[in-house]
C-alpha cells in the first residue's frame, strides 16, 4: 500500500513532528547527537542533487531547531558526497568530541542546501569530517548511516514523508555483550558462579 502524502501540513511542521518522534524514541537530551541529513530536491518533488532549495533547508531547520531548543540535544548536518559528507557543528560541539574539522564552507552545490542553511545560522559553525551520532533522520535517501554508532536500530516515524522525500531514521543502543549469563538491568537476577 502506498502511503499518502499530505500536502496540507507545512514542511516545518512535518520536519518537527519526525524530530520530536526520534528524540523521544532515542531519549536525546543534552550532550547526546543527532544526524541530519536532507535532499531538498527530494523534498520539493525533484531527484537527489538536481533541485537544491534554501528556502525549504529553512523550513526544515526551523522545524529541527523548535525540537532541539526543547531537548537540548545536538545536531550535525550531512552535507552531500561533493564535501564526502562531512557534517556542519558548532565548533563546541567538535571541541567537546574531539571530532577532526575539515575545512570548506558549505554552499548549495558543494555541501547541499540543508548544510548551506544549517551553517549560515549556527553561531560558530565548522565541519566535522565525521561523528557517531545517537540517532539519525535520513531526509530523501542520502545515507546517514556512516555516521551513527555501531549498533542502529530502524526507527518507523508516523510521518514516512517530509514533502515528497521518504524518511528513515534510526537510534542507537550499546551492543549487547556477556551472552546467556549476562545482565542488562539492575532488576534482573543471574545464578550460577562466574570465576
Known sequence: ??????????????????????????????SRLLVIGVSTSEVAGSRIGTAGALDVAQQLLSGVESVRREYGFDVAFQC????????VVERAVLERLGLMEVA???????????????????????????????????????LIGMHLRP?????????????????????????????????????QEVGGNCD
Open 104 to 142: 570548506a564552507v558549505p554552499v548549495r552545490t558543494a555541501g547541499g542546501s540543508m548544510a548551506t542553511v544549517a551553517y549560515r545560522s549556527m553561531s560558530d559553525a565548522c565541519l566535522a569530517a565525521n561523528v557517531q551520532a545517537h540517532a539519525g533522520i535520513d531526509i530523501g535517501e542520502t
Open 151 to 187: 549498533i542502529a536500530v530502524p526507527f518507523r516515524p508516523s510521518l514516512r514523508w517530509i514533502g515528497e522525500a521518504r524518511v528513515t531514521a534510526a537510534f542507537t543502543r550499546p551492543p549487547l555483550i556477556g551472552g546467556q549469563r549476562a545482565v542488562y538491568s539492575l532488576e
Open 80 to 87: 552531500c558526497e561533493h564535501l564526502n559528507r562531512a557534517l
Open 1 to 30: 500500500m502506498v502511503e499518502q502524502l499530505d500536502h496540507e501540513i507545512p514542511l516545518e511542521a512535518q520536519t518537527t513532528s519526525v524530530v520530536r518522534e526520534i528524540a523521544e524514541a532515542a531519549s536525546l537530551k543534552a
